[in-house]
């Protein structure tokens, strides 16, 4: 299928690190991208990794993928109340097929406690 | 400032009613496109349009239509014909019709809340 799974919930203690993990099924992807979602709010690209990187790192951000597993993370660090949002991994689709050009996933909502 | 724009943000309306969801971009983008989301489904894609005068079907379009008369406009019409109406659409555009080969940001507007009872 063309199922892309994260898990739907997350929650952690303010300062620690969060990691939201996702698994895509087109092995075509060139590239995967991490898309953020506050409450009542439209969707923010948060970062993306192209495919033939394993990590990516940006600020509090880092992005691992394992290419042969079809698994890509997401990890913050030092996570945050204002981080408390969904979180939504999103792969390319194959050209030749109609329909979707982005496959998101359920997203993950990320609960930070103080 | 450069952005999408959704009106109106709450939109109520009776079952066998149609009703059009504006959005409006001023990013210069080629393509738009509709998503609706309910609740722990994550994203569904309604409708794309690569370029003005064109429009695709995504995987969930029964029930609703589009246009695209100009660049900077895509409105979403939910007609009676849509079994279960009531959800969070997103619009959202990009500068190219992106594939798989190419990276490409997708841009979303705040979104619309339809209620219909």
């Known amino acids: 299928g063309e199922d892309v799974e994260q898990s739907l919930f997350l929650s952690v203690r303010e300062g620690d690190s969060s990691v939201i993990n996702c698994t895509y099924t087109?092995?075509?992807?060139?590239?995967l991208y991490w898309y953020k979602q506050e409450p009542g709010a439209g969707l923010q690209l948060l970062t993306y990794?192209?495919?033939?990187?394993d990590m990516k790192q940006d600020q509090r951000l880092t992005v691992l993928l394992n290419k042969k597993d079809k698994h890509l993370s997401l990890r913050i660090a030092d996570t945050q109340t204002g981080d408390s949002a969904i979180y939504f991994c999103a792969e390319s689709k194959r050209p030749n097929q109609a329909g979707t050009a982005l496959i998101f996933g359920k997203g993950t909502t990320l609960s930070v406690s103080s | 400032d450069g952005g999408i724009t959704q009106s109106p943000k709450y939109l109520f309306r009776k079952e066998g009613q149609n009703v059009t969801l504006s959005c409006e971009q001023n990013l210069n983008h080629d393509a738009m496109y509709w998503y609706r989301q309910d609740p722990g489904q994550g994203l569904r894609l309604i409708y794309y349009?690569?370029?003005?005068?064109?429009?695709q079907k995504g995987d969930i379009a029964e029930g609703y239509s589009v246009s695209r008369e100009k660049k900077e406009s895509f409105p979403l019409t939910v007609t009676s014909a849509q079994k279960n109406p009531t959800a969070f659409y997103l619009c959202?555009?990009?500068?190219?019709?992106?594939?798989?080969?190419?990276?490409?940001?997708?841009?979303f507007g705040p979104g619309t809340r339809l209620t219909v009872t």
């Open positions: 959202a555009s990009s500068s190219q019709w992106g594939g798989t080969g190419n990276f490409y940001e997708q841009y």
């Open positions: 087109d092995s075509s992807s060139t590239y």
């Open positions: 990794i192209f495919s033939n990187m």
């Open positions: 349009s690569q370029i003005v005068n064109d429009f």
